[in-house]
């Protein structure tokens, strides 16, 4: 190679690290040195005067307390962690599962047979990205009123026959608050990959004597495992970071989820390396989660590379 | 249709709600610690825990010396930082008026956050509002500067004799009260089946399962709790024994099967709006409920239980000068002016529904203006109720800890 | 098939028993019952928020009856409407200002970040190529309990507040950046920058003419989105601020959405929501302008649209 072009690749490197530069700098900055100050939170101790945490920068003066304090919480006793570990995982699995329910169909049938509707149904499908989630939080307290709406239709229908308490605290608004929030954000990858299907294979299919139904089960079902697989991250990761849904829609001890504690402990004041412990923990556990998706996609997209 | 100024308003009540979980969250750790004269130096021994049986003479400290004597007011502007909500505007305009300056009013919804602001030395208010449980650490922190009385003849002409020369704070060196309210029950006369007046043990109503899905606590690691303890004849609110904890932890929990108990601190809403019918409640809120009850409905379907014998919960805020204040002078005239028998009156009455601790007020009279209604005489506190009710009040690292762990494993719905 | 045949011995009619296998055997095909399915779910998914915005013309305070229309929350009340009450009035202008700054900030440092990161090749941009997309599975309530633990303990000369809030809604803006551009720039690939050096225009020239004008579909969408996603923020909102000056509408509706006296909330949020689609219009519209100048047709709305999903899709 002649040295002007390689003189010209390094002087182009140079200007893409320089390019990108200031996005890394920002991201070390803001994004991974937080991740160090929790755990030197967690591990750090508390003023005992002002109960302030003093972080433990130095891995050498770490104080396993907290972590300490928050195992015995998930695994011993009244297992008060443990128990709001669990129900979180619980009303996660049921809201992805449900929101799956709801988003395969739809992002299915915009994406094949969307026709000339197609540009207004994907507006609809994007509309929800423009409306803020609390917001549909308060469109759903508004209709799940005793005088609501919700109540409205099911007397006039007959199914009830007194107004129902829909928000003394039951799960089931709990999870409905979420699927509702979270479901927009599952369909759209789902419709991503579903729209790019080579029609081909369909056909193909077809061709070799293969139902409608037996082409969708054995042709587009599995092709879309990696979209079913994102869009279950997309929207379960957020959810075990969720303490607003059931603030808002239930109020009851019985719905708390992790999120909830952490916030009582970190906006609490005095043991803000218990919240950061149990920040670490979630983080853990969902890291496994993480990995067992990148793996899951891998796989899935060298299967089907077979 | 007539709306209660406080309305759009909310911030008192997220800080009740959430600051008594939160005792000390101060934000910038360092500059306290520098205030205190150098490091975490300063012990747990050094912070007293006043107790009605415990009276606390604070410390004065050489270079933290209370203003002189004699002096004219400033020329402002006068810096005030108070709670969200907690002070009708128009006694800041009048008192502007009165003294040709210029008046500015800072708010924050929680203690943190006013301590963090506070402490960083960023800031440089007049007047603040200090709370109980975080009383010894900012005198401590010298973050107060000790009171000149001669500014303020209203304290000894208004204020009840046992809010004069408080046991948490003897002299009233560093403080003088605001408001003063009682924690006690409100319930739906309209709706429940038996009120708390009838029960042998009034705090019994909260198990009532007829109001399953309708009874609510206090958000409030303290206020909730304290509940318990006075259902079983507990009476020291700031107890720290495990037992004593323990205790209060077992009967939350037992509350969530029995009546499925819900935690808001909006009881000026939800009792009104309907959508409790028991609720745990702050006379204030008592007292402001009205302005939320829907219309062709009457006060009369309020009631708010408090013991007729001032055994129960209490609590009350303060009034201080801070030491970072440009105008120390005008900040006493201030504090003297809404201790003014009239000033404090209408800032009660007007807009705030909490009420001051002033020898002229009493339910009579309160019944007889129409402030309060008839069914809801038992909100107004009365002196007695201050000498023989509890308040939570500062607790020590401990026995923080011990209260929060509860207060967060009933949260957590175990 | 077991189930066919299952399905024949109990149903005796034969003609609605194949009509039914038939169906059976192809739910997914023409239009049966998914187009039912799909306006369920549409009417479920948009329904309540019409609710909730026909509530905020309410003329009486109920949030859960219709009483009458006017503008009584929006402008009317002296006291209570959203114009009038300073706590909902700055809670709209602190929304708006992190927005803007949001905008202003991540879409360069994220198109920088994109276009460096693709075309850099080695193993620092590897690294950081992952980094940069962990914000987007990242819960909220970690990066925002994160950044508050960040400005409390060790970057104390960055108060809570305004400034904090913007950081934070920066930091998780970048990624989705990153992803639209980057998804943009791997379709056209290399070789329009790379003709333009060889033609001898230095490298950052060839950026400029040959790969920004391309990069302008995707840029607009990110700006678009890292507006909306801003706007819609609560939870490093709520952590960062500094108290009741810098409650943004979601810290507001979440503290006042339970009790929620008026309908001044409904009508917060619809304006909101309306700022919101005016200003990602507004730039629709400038973007269609442009393409149409330079002679592009064909339907801008479904390339945004693609580019959303792409955001999504690529997370």
Redesign the interface.
Do not use: C, H
């Given at each position: 190679m002649p040295e002007p072009g390689r003189d010209l690749a390094r002087r182009r490197d140079a200007l893409w690290a320089g390019l990108a530069l200031p996005g890394i700098a920002w991201l070390a900055v803001f994004f991974l040195l937080p991740f160090y100050v929790i755990v030197a939170v967690a591990l750090g101790t508390v003023d005992p005067i002002l109960q302030t945490p003093a972080p433990a920068w130095n891995p050498l003066d770490w104080d396993w307390s907290a972590f300490q304090f928050v195992l015995e919480g998930l695994f011993t006793g009244e297992r008060a962690f443990g128990q709001v570990f669990v129900r979180t995982i619980v009303y996660v699995t049921i809201s992805v599962a449900l929101s799956l329910a709801i988003a395969y169909p739809v992002a299915y049938y915009v994406a094949r047979h969307g026709g000339r509707w197609k540009g207004l149904l994907l507006l609809g499908l994007v509309a929800p990205f423009f409306i803020s989630y609390l917001m549909r939080m308060l469109a759903w307290i508004n209709l799940l009123q005793d005088d609501g709406w919700v109540n409205d239709v099911l007397l006039w229908v007959g199914i009830l026959d007194a107004p129902r308490n829909w928000l003394d605290g039951r799960a089931s608004s709990v999870i409905l608050g979420m699927v509702y929030g979270y479901v927009p954000f599952m369909i759209l990858p789902l419709y991503a990959f579903l729209d790019r299907i080579d029609r081909s294979l369909l056909e193909a299919a077809r061709d070799l004597g293969a139902s409608r139904f037996q082409a969708f089960r054995m042709v587009t079902v599995p092709l879309s495992v990696p979209a079913i697989l994102t869009g279950i991250a997309i929207i379960a990761l957020p959810m075990f970071g969720d303490y607003y849904t059931p603030d808002l829609l239930s109020q009851s001890p019985r719905t708390s989820l992790i999120g909830n504690q952490i916030n009582l402990y970190i906006l609490g004041g005095q043991q803000i390396p218990v919240g950061a412990a149990l920040v670490v923990v979630l983080m853990l556990m969902l890291s496994v989660l993480l990995a067992y998706y990148v793996s899951a996609t891998t796989r899935a997209g060298r299967r089907l590379r077979e | 249709?007539a709306?209660h100024?406080r309305?759009?308003?909310?911030?008192r009540r997220?800080f009740l709600g959430?600051s008594a979980?939160?005792?000390?969250?101060?934000?910038?750790?360092?500059t306290?610690?520098a205030a205190c004269g150098g490091g975490?130096g300063?012990?747990?021994a050094?912070?007293a825990l006043a107790r009605p049986d415990n009276p606390v003479t604070w410390l004065l400290y050489d270079d933290n010396p209370p203003v002189a004597a004699g002096l004219e007011p400033e020329q402002g502007p006068l810096k005030i930082y108070n709670w969200?909500g907690y002070l009708w505007p128009r006694i800041i305009k009048d008192f502007a008026k009165e003294y040709g300056v210029k008046v500015e009013l800072s708010?924050?919804?929680?203690t943190?956050?006013s301590m963090?602001?506070i402490s960083?030395g960023?800031v440089d208010y007049d007047v603040f509002f200090p709370y109980q449980e975080r009383l010894g650490?900012m005198v401590?922190?010298k973050l107060l500067q000790p009171l000149n009385h001669e500014y303020l003849p209203n304290l000894a002409k208004n204020v009840w004799p046992a809010l004069r020369d408080p046991f948490y704070d003897k002299g009233s060196q560093y403080t003088v009260p605001y408001t003063v309210y009682t924690t006690g029950i409100g319930y739906r006369a309209d709706k429940v089946q038996t009120t708390p007046w009838k029960l042998s043990n009034p705090y019994e109503i909260y198990w009532d399962e007829r109001n399953?899905?309708?009874t609510y606590l206090l958000?409030d690691?303290r206020e909730a709790p304290i509940h318990m303890l006075l259902k079983n004849g507990i009476t020291d609110t700031n107890t720290e024994k495990p037992e004593d904890i323990d205790l209060a932890k077992q009967e939350l929990k037992s509350l969530?099967p029995a009546v499925?108990?819900?935690?808001?601190t909006?009881d000026y809403?939800?009792l009104p709006?309907?959508?409790a019918w028991v609720h745990q409640m702050w006379s204030g809120s008592a007292i402001s409920a009205k302005w939320?009850l829907p219309?062709g409905t009457g006060p009369e379907v309020l009631g708010y239980w408090f013991p007729p014998d001032g055994v129960g919960a209490i609590g009350s805020d303060m009034m201080a000068v801070l030491r970072s204040a440009k105008n120390p002078v005008l900040a006493h005239h201030f504090i003297n002016y809404l201790l003014d028998a009239k000033h404090g009156y209408d800032n009660f009455a007007e807009f705030n529904g909490y009420q001051p601790p002033f020898v002229a007020l009493d339910p009579e009279r309160l019944v007889a203006d129409g402030i309060v209604s008839e069914n809801l005489k038992s909100a107004v506190v009365r002196e007695q109720d201050f000498v023989n009710g509890n308040q939570p009040l500062e607790l020590s690292?401990e026995g923080?800890?011990l209260w929060?762990?509860a207060?967060?494993?009933?949260?957590?719905?175990? | 098939m077991s189930t066919a045949t299952h399905t024949t011995r109990v149903d005796r009619r034969p003609s609605r028993a194949r009509r039914f296998r038939a169906w059976l055997a192809n739910p997914w095909g023409r239009p049966r019952f998914l187009p039912l399915f799909t306006l369920l779910y549409f009417v479920w998914s948009l329904v309540p928020i019409l609710i909730a915005i026909r509530f905020s013309f309410n003329e009486g305070r109920s949030r859960s009856t219709a009483q009458g229309w006017s503008l009584r929350w929006y402008y009317d009340d002296p006291d209570l409407s959203v114009w009038n009450d300073p706590d909902l009035r700055s809670a709209l202008f602190q929304s708006l200002r992190l927005s803007a700054i949001a905008v202003a900030i991540a879409v360069p440092l994220g198109v920088g970040l994109a276009i460096g990161l693709t075309r850099w090749r080695g193993r620092v941009a590897r690294t950081s190529r992952f980094v940069s997309v962990v914000p987007l599975v990242t819960p909220e309530i970690v990066m925002g309990v994160a950044l508050f633990l960040v400005f409390v303990n060790l970057l104390t000369f960055i108060p809570l507040g305004t400034t904090a809030q913007a950081i934070g809604h920066v930091t998780f803006s970048l990624s989705f950046v990153l992803i639209i551009v980057r998804a943009r720039l791997l379709s056209i690939g290399p070789e329009y920058e790379e003709a333009a050096q060889d033609l001898g225009a230095p490298p950052l020239q060839a950026l400029r003419l040959a790969l920004l004008p391309m990069l302008t579909p995707a840029i607009v969408a990110s700006a678009i989105i890292v507006f909306a996603i801003s706007m819609d923020d609560f939870v490093v909102s709520a952590f960062l601020s500094s108290g009741s000056t810098t409650d943004t509408v979601p810290v507001r509706i979440y503290s006042a959405g339970r009790t929620a006296p008026t309908p001044a909330l409904n009508a917060l949020a619809t304006l909101t929501l309306a700022i919101t689609l005016v200003i990602a219009a507004i730039a629709f519209v400038l973007w269609r302008l442009v393409e149409l100048k330079r002679g592009r047709r064909g339907s801008t709305l479904q390339e945004l649209a693609t580019l959303e999903t792409e955001a999504t899709r690529l997370r």
């Open positions: - | 249709m709306f100024p309305e759009a308003r909310f911030g997220e959430r979980v939160g005792i000390a969250g101060l934000s910038s750790l360092s306290i610690l975490s300063s012990s747990v050094d912070l969200n708010t924050f919804s929680t943190d956050e963090a602001k960083s960023a650490r401590l922190g399953r899905g309708k958000d690691g969530t499925n108990v819900k935690l808001s909006d809403t939800n709006e309907g959508r939320y219309e690292p923080q800890t929060q762990n207060w967060a494993e009933f949260k957590a719905g175990a | -």
